[in-house]
């Protein structure tokens, strides 16, 4: 056992006042493992409060445990989390590595005197906290938050420590962020979790349905749009983009979960190897990157949208209108031409 969890079983022993805290627009990755990790920790007798910077998606409504999440943004909770992160013995972050990723509530996280601890995969942590639970390998933070229970627990059988409950709220981040087992990322660690979570009685097929199958008429409406009229395949660079401005968005009435997941759907075109999708909301464009194999999206990401992630999954923003922002992504693509194209 490392000396992070040591500290931190020993820290624990004792009953604390816990902060949860994940990246802005949540995913079922960042909710799902705060969530499993609130109820392990409230379980143990601490009191926990989970604090979102923004709100989440629709579909992400009926994961056990939502209704005690705080919106930071939201003004009726913002008094509640600002006292509560005062007193807090303990914060611990979630699903990212840059309080940048907080929005407004970064500040508050940084200047906070309680001890912080990171659980995170994503690549090139800002070493804000004492203790860290970081792996890029992991599939998702929900594999860590998993492993790190189990190995606080003496490796136990799931069903000793894990309620049904929490176990949706795991498989939810970890079925999300390996794109249903299909990514990369997959390992035999995976799948090894996933059956050690199914001894609960978790039924993985309900939860990938309340997550996928589960969008109102509109989305599916506004998905035939985007694939029939914006997607754009550009053969030479094995890149697929789509721009969709606020215009189309408030014409398709698009709440920020609706466009959540296109941007994927540009890699199944044939020979496609990247896929972005530029969405022009509340005065800035929220850009998101996917790619297969070796071509990594997070340079690209970090290198010219501020952003950053994973290899294989990145995300980024730009203060530049829409079509500038496009415009600089055209430019910088034949820089990535070779490497593009020498995809397996
Ligand atoms: P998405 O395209 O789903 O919004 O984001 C994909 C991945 O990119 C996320 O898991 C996250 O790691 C990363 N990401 C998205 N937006 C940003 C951003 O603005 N900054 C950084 N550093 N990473 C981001
Ligand atoms: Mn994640």
Redesign the pocket.
Known sequence: MNQTIQELIAFLSLPQKIIITMHRDP?ADALGSSLGWASYLAGKGHEVTVISPTEYTANLRWLPGIEQVLIYEKASDQGKCKRKIEEATLICCLDFS?LS?LKDLGKVVQDAQAIKLLVDH?LEPEHFAKWMVWDTNAAATAQLIYALVKEMEGNKPAQEIFDKGMAECLYAGIMTDTGSFRHGNVTPAVHLAVADLMLTGLDTSRVHRLIYDNAPLSRLQFLGYVLSQKLVVLPEYRTAYMVLTEAELQKFNSSTGET?GI?NYGLQVENVVMSAMFIERKGEVKI?FRSVGSFSVRDLASTHF?????KN?????SEQSVTETVATFLRVLPSYQSELLSVD
């Open positions: 995913d840059a990723r994503h959540e941007v998101s501020n952003g950053g992630g994973h999954a990145s995300g980024g923003r």
